[in-house]
């Protein structure tokens, strides 16, 4: 029978609202749970950024705190979540294939709830597909309101309806639901949320909204928290956060929100991602040139090297410019890693643009890059140019660019060899038991032999070996 009560009785601001629904949406799943004679599981597959992967860590918490259990099984569990991404065309077909093949092992386990969320469900094109093609997916909902999957969850074990929750536009900021960490010893958290750029090839101001700051009293207290729960390394995450605290009432900037976060005992390493060139500051470099817990890496896109494509693509800075600013980068901050986003076959694009992409690579030797072809997203004012490139064209010169970013990331890393760096140890080798993984400040990967008692441990860690983009090394 359909409960209605429940809504009647519930508290009307967040997040209480959602631990009062993660309560009654447990009573359901343990009813489910009787009837089907077992306990019930889930699994969260992730496409994307660090945010939607800081985004389906709450998503965890909240399934784990309503009673499921986590499981590695996509075919077998009982609750299956995709947590998708929507910035390159091919992601999302590769998508609804993946989706189509879990809907045939479907049949095997009608009662499994598929949940589709995420950026790919921003667009209506997507939920309808959803809707139409796809009657497995019981639960689908946006990126404004990821908080609500209690919500959303009890009303699905209470009625057994379909359920499309899809919002236009941001509601409020909602934190302190319950999130479970991939890893204990660091973690994710959101400054902002949104972009307001509008980059002209790029769908995430559309799907995520525009720019949104919170409060900082409110980042540095999940900062705080994190910190006396064991995280020893934060990553402070927004589409831009050089531009951190618009709109906000206190005077808080990033590089000023960077110097808070320093202060937190416990908290023994700080990153941050992504990085717009046109708002990073002199201040913020300075900042990281004399912190001693700030990580020596920066993400800072390129996109392209050509001034006349950075136009098109609404960028808002120059070939010279950015060739300028990381130069200082790494002329003030010693031993910094400076990676990038590049991308090949914008419209419109020529030979002599892919010459200076090739120009500045070699100038600022990037570190590392990812390379991507560029994909057309409806909706955007990319979209709609002349000019695409044919695929013949597009193979050549992204081979161009990547052998150029090739050529330099692999001299730049070999620089530390010999070295000792302080590393923290994040897992065991997945080719090799006897080994660990970790990252030094600057985001290279290192394995070394030891044993996993020491993951979570930061390390001083002797550089032997380069191998390519990562080393071999020993504990001194
Ligand atoms: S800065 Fe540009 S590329 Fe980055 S999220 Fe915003 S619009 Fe997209």
Redesign the pocket.
């Known amino acids: 029978m359909i409960d209605t009560t429940v809504f009647d009785n519930a508290p009307l601001c967040e997040p209480e609202r959602q631990y009062y629904f993660i309560d009654h949406a447990s009573s359901l799943r343990l009813k489910k749970e009787s009837e089907l004679g077992h306990p019930m599981t889930f699994h969260v597959t992730t496409f994307g950024c660090q945010m939607n992967a800081r985004d389906s860590e709450k998503m965890t918490g909240i399934l784990s705190n309503i009673g499921f259990t986590e499981t590695d099984s996509e075919t077998e569990a009982d609750v299956v979540l995709f947590n998708t991404c929507t910035i390159r065309d091919n992601a999302n077909q590769k998508f609804y294939g993946h989706l189509g093949s879990l809907g045939g092992k479907n049949a095997k386990n009608p009662d499994r709830i598929v949940i589709v969320c995420g950026c790919m469900v921003q667009e209506s094109e997507c939920t309808n597909r959803l809707k139409e093609s796809y009657d497995f997916v019981k639960i689908v909902f946006g990126t404004h309101n990821i908080y609500k999957l209690a919500e959303l969850m009890f009303c699905y074990l209470n009625k057994g309806d379909r359920i499309f929750d899809v919002w236009d536009k941001p509601g409020e900021i909602v934190e302190d639901i319950p999130s479970i960490r991939k890893y204990p010893f660091k973690s994710g958290v959101n400054i902002m949320f949104g972009?307001n750029?509008?980059?002209t090839y790029?769908i995430?101001?559309y799907v995520r909204g525009n720019e949104r700051s919170r409060a900082s009293d409110e980042i540095l207290r999940e900062c705080a928290h994190l910190a006396q729960d064991g995280v020893k390394e934060i990553m402070l995450l927004g589409?831009?956060v050089n531009s951190y605290g618009n709109g906000i009432k206190d005077e808080m900037t990033f590089p000023k929100l960077l110097k808070e976060v320093e202060k937190i005992d416990g908290i023994k390493r700080i990153r941050f991602m992504?990085s717009?060139p046109k708002d990073l500051s002199d201040e913020l470099i300075n900042i990281m040139r004399d912190s001693d817990k700030i990580c020596r890496h920066i993400h800072l896109?390129l996109q392209s090297g050509s001034t006349r494509i950075l136009t098109a693509m609404n960028r808002r800075y120059t070939k010279e410019q950015y060739v300028d600013l990381a130069l200082k980068i790494r002329d003030r901050i010693p031993g910094v890693s400076i990676t990038t986003d590049i991308i090949v076959g914008f419209p419109g694009e020529t030979t002599e643009d892919i010459d200076d992409t090739v120009d500045v690579i070699r100038k600022v030797k990037f570190d590392g890059a990812f390379t991507f072809v560029y994909s057309p997203r409806t909706g955007t004012p990319a979209a709609k140019m002349e000019g695409f490139k044919d695929p013949d064209w597009i193979r050549r010169e992204f081979d161009r660019v990547l052998t150029a970013v090739q050529d330099e990331s692999k001299e730049m890393a070999a620089r530390f060899t010999g070295r000792i760096e302080s590393v923290l140890v994040e897992e065991v080798n997945e080719k090799d038991v006897g080994f660990l993984s970790g990252r030094m400040s600057n985001n290279l990967m290192v394995h070394f032999p030891g044993d996993p008692s020491l993951i979570g441990s930061i390390l001083d860690v002797k550089l032997n070996e380069c191998r390519g983009f990562y080393y071999i090394g020993e504990t001194v």
């Open positions: 972009c750029n509008y980059c790029c995430v101001p589409q831009n992504t717009h896109p």
